[in-house]
């Protein structure tokens, strides 16, 4: 449970203060983001070692995501194994197990489509929130400001999707995610 505490990350940065838009997720204080259905985003299927520091107290789990054309799926677990969550999108609804008011389900889809999703793409998806992305020696950077106030800031490695690198930094929280790929297994020796 310690592990969904530290996904808080994925609380709505706060306050309301414009109508939510049919099938959006609100993000900052009066931004919102309109899904992508799974079909419009990359295809993938990765395994990260996921590490979110809050406080400047690091916790890690194993994710895996799966995209295709019907759904995206995450699902997270202990380092040795031992199941903590999964989460599905299929373009209409948002399911997460166990259900828990600290995983907001919604938010996770949301980070995800904007450290994944081509720019082009979901940029006509955000209302009242600007993605600046920017191409650097290491890789590409986003970031998402409301107002001309950052909100999230993330850095991908140059490379294939399922062996990238990502940082993500979300400064109102105080909150960073670190991604880092795990090979895929080789055979045995």
């Not at 209409?92 to 793409?121: F, I, N």
């Not at 670190?178 to 297994?185: A, F, H, L, Q, S």
Request: with cysteine; charged share 20%.
């Amino acid at each position: 449970m310690k592990r969904l505490h530290l996904l808080l990350l994925l609380l709505p940065l706060s306050g309301c203060v414009t109508p939510l838009l049919p099938d959006c997720t609100r993000f900052g204080r009066s931004g919102q983001v309109c899904p992508l259905p799974p079909s419009a985003l990359p295809k993938l299927d990765a395994t990260h070692i996921v590490t979110v520091t809050r406080d400047g107290k690091p916790d890690s789990f194993l994710g895996q995501l799966h995209i295709d054309a019907q759904v995206l799926r995450l699902a997270g677990s202990s380092l040795f194994g031992t199941g903590l969550f999964t989460l599905s999108y299929d373009g209409k609804t948002v399911q997460a197990e166990p259900e828990s008011p600290q995983l907001h389900a919604d938010t996770l889809v949301v980070m995800l489509e904007l450290a994944l999703a081509e720019p082009a793409e979901i940029r006509p998806r955000l209302h009242g929130l600007d993605l600046t992305v920017s191409a650097t020696p290491a890789g590409e950077v986003r970031d998402i400001a409301e107002r001309g106030h950052p909100i999230v800031h993330i850095e991908r490695s140059a490379g294939p999707l399922a062996q990238a690198t990502l940082d993500i930094e979300i400064p109102p929280l105080a909150v960073s995610v670190k991604m880092r790929p795990v090979p895929p297994e080789s055979g045995a020796p």
